[in-house]
Each structure stands twice: as structure tokens, then as C-alpha cells.
């Protein structure tokens, strides 16, 4: 019952910061579907790219539900189910840096040249419609992973998986401080501090604590790769 009192009040401390950083740029977001009808490449809007993505996620969710593990794991099944669970994890990174730490700046000089409180942004976009589902895709699907195929492992570790869901979810593009409704140092101070404290969260804890347990795991199944585990 501790535990999941843990999980539950992990789960509001995230959606406040969340939404503490989603409040500058969802409260000036204009029409972010109509921009992503127009928005093509090669043909393919970026609203396509999207709801691709959605049926994707919605199926490999599926196929990893309707799991039903029917023999225990030897070593060897053991170290390839933690090799698949950190390429979930391991995707979910470069997805995290690839908006983190490449689109977030793309559009620094947008407001700049443009200070129309409805336009949006091509890197809000991708973020939004492409990147978000794929942390879903990364972090929700390490989860399901590991619930329906590594039961063991993921006692105790329900909010790591958690974090390293939901907390790329706060790596949004460059705004302009001048336009946030709410503009103070405090406002701007909360902001920061959120910002990096669910990074600094995602990369520590929702990251590097799976992937070093995980790699526990796998040495253990190397160890011994024909014993029940």
C-alpha cells in the first residue's frame, strides 16, 4: 500500500510540473492540427505522420498486453527479454535528446521576427505531434514490457518506469518569456526549476537506474544461462 501511495503522489507531482511548463506554450498555441494538415514532406502531411504513429503505438500496446508468459525464463530467455527492455529505454533517450537537446533551440529565433501569440511553431509541431507519441511509444511500451514479460524486475521500480514515461514530456521549444501571461522572476524562476529537475529526474532515475539494473539482469542470465531464473 506504500508503494502505491508513492506512485500515486509521483504521478500528481509530475502532472503539476507538466503542467507548470505546458501553461507558456499551450496557452498561446494557435491551431496546431490545421498547421500539421498543411505541413508536408514529400507529400505526407505532418497531421499523417501523426496519426500513423497512433496506430502503431495502439498496436505494438496490444500485441505486448496480450502476452501470457506460460514457461519460466532460463538465463539465456532472460538476458534477450532485458536486451529488447533497453532498446525501449534506449530509444526513449535518443527520442528525449533528439527534441531536448536539437528541435527545443531550432526556433529560437522564431519569436523574434514573429510575435504573433497564435502561430505555431514548426519544432512545436514536431514536438507535439511526432516526438510525444514516441515517448509513449519508448516509455509506455518498456513499461508493458516489462510488466507482461519481466513481472519480477519491475517490482519496486513502478515509478522509474514512470518518470522515464512522462518526464520527456517537458521538453518543449524555446519561448519568449515576454509573452508568458504570468511574467515575473518567480514565474520564470518555477519554470527553470521544473524544467530541469524532471530532466535531471528522467536522465538519472528514468534512465540510468533501469539501464544499470537491467545490465544487472543480464550478467546474471550470462552467469548461468541454462538455470530458472
Request: proline share 3%.
Amino acid at each position: 500500500m506504500a508503494f502505491n501511495k508513492n506512485l500515486l503522489l509521483t504521478f500528481f507531482v509530475l502532472c503539476c510540473m507538466l503542467l507548470l511548463l505546458w501553461w507558456p506554450s499551450f496557452s498561446t498555441l494557435g491551431d496546431l492540427f490545421g498547421y500539421a494538415e498543411k505541413a508536408e514532406y514529400k507529400g505526407v502531411s505532418l497531421l499523417d505522420f501523426f496519426k500513423a504513429e497512433l496506430l502503431v503505438l495502439v498496436t505494438v500496446w496490444g500485441f505486448l498486453i496480450s502476452y501470457k508468459q506460460n514457461r519460466v525464463d532460463d538465463g539465456d530467455r532472460l538476458v534477450v527479454k532485458h536486451i529488447i527492455l533497453m532498446v525501449f529505454i534506449i530509444g526513449q533517450v535518443f527520442m528525449g535528446f533528439f527534441a531536448g537537446g536539437f528541435l527545443v533551440h531550432q526556433d529560437v529565433s522564431w519569436y523574434q521576427v514573429v510575435h504573433e501569440s497564435s502561430e505555431v511553431m514548426p519544432s512545436q509541431a514536431v514536438i507535439l505531434l511526432i516526438c510525444y507519441p514516441l515517448y509513449l511509444f519508448f516509455g509506455g511500451g518498456a513499461y508493458l514490457y516489462a510488466k507482461t514479460r519481466l513481472p519480477a524486475f519491475l517490482r519496486n521500480k513502478q515509478v522509474a518506469f514512470l518518470v522515464l514515461a512522462f518526464a520527456p514530456l517537458a521538453f518543449l521549444p524555446h519561448y519568449n518569456t515576454d509573452m508568458m501571461v504570468f511574467n515575473s522572476i518567480v514565474a520564470e524562476f518555477a519554470y527553470l526549476a521544473a524544467y530541469w529537475l524532471l530532466s535531471i529526474c528522467w536522465a538519472v532515475f528514468g534512465v540510468m537506474f533501469l539501464i544499470i539494473k537491467s545490465t544487472q539482469e543480464i550478467f546474471k542470465g550470462l552467469s548461468d544461462p541454462f538455470g530458472d531464473m
